[in-house]
T-cell receptor
Framework: EDQVTQSPEALRLQEGESSSLNCSYTVSGLRGLFWYRQDPGKGPEFLFTLYSAGEEKEKERLKATLTKKESFLHITAPKPEDSATYLCAVQARAGGSYIPTFGRGTSLIVHP | DGGITQSPKYLFRKEGQNVTLSCEQNLNHDAMYWYRQDPGQGLRLIYYSQIVNDFQKGDIAEGYSVSREKKESFPLTVTSAQKNPTAFYLC??????????FGQGTRLTVV
């Protein structure tokens, strides 16, 4: 069964303290891995798509990387406004279709 | 502005009542999805539709119904058979295997 596991569940950082979030997946034939940011009471906001092992994407203080078994979201010198829940998803097979299947997310709090 | 619009933002349901959540997109996406989000549970798939007039059950479809009469619209009805409907509901759409884009959600509360 296709599965997505995110760790840690929660992460507290001081402003400027770099760290990484993990997303491990088991899926037959990866069609895409996605990272989203979600603020409280709002819909997830798309950040990155990764398609193949070795691929990397960057946006401001965020950098996403992909291996054959997992993806990392690296946060460099975070600021309090980076506080949010970060969700990982993969395209998982459902019958003849592929459906975005999500992990439970990592709740990040950055203290000033 | 292209995007996904969900309405209402807040919805209150009485016991035994059916309620319908609206989802409209103008991104010309073929696929649309409904997810339910509970604290600590992540996003769980309720229903999805790949084309007009066709839809499939997700992992937690019991007590819900949908329709897809137009490409732009994918309304979700929470029926009285859904015994624990209080949750945050998210609608999304995508094209092919590309990333899904989400609406701002509807928070449903049973009163």
């Amino acid at each position: 069964e296709d599965q997505v596991t995110q760790s840690p569940e929660a992460l507290r950082l001081q402003e400027g303290e770099s760290s990484s979030l993990n997303c491990s997946y088991t899926v037959s034939g990866l069609r895409g891995l996605f990272w989203y940011r979600q603020d409280p009471g709002k819909g997830p906001e798309f950040l990155f798509t990764l398609y193949s092992a070795g691929e990397e994407k960057e946006k401001e203080r965020l950098k996403a990387t992909l291996t054959k078994k997992e993806s990392f979201l690296h946060i460099t010198a975070p600021k309090p406004e980076d506080s949010a829940t970060y969700l990982c998803a993969v395209q998982a097979r459902a019958g003849g279709s592929y459906i975005p299947t999500f992990g439970r997310g990592t709740s990040l709090i950055v203290h000033p | 502005d292209g995007g996904i619009t969900q309405s209402p933002k807040y919805l209150f349901r009485k016991e035994g009542q059916n309620v319908t959540l609206s989802c409209e997109q103008n991104l010309n996406h073929d696929a649309m999805y409904w997810y339910r989000q509970d604290p600590g549970q992540g996003l769980r798939l309720i229903y999805y539709s790949q084309i007009v007039n066709d839809f499939q059950k997700g992992d937690i479809a019991e007590g819900y119904s949908v329709s897809r009469e137009k490409k732009e619209s994918f309304p979700l009805t929470v029926t009285s058979a859904q015994k624990n409907p209080t949750a945050f509901y998210l609608c999304a759409s995508s094209w092919g295997f590309a990333e899904a884009f989400f609406g701002q959600g509807t928070r449903l509360t049973v009163v």
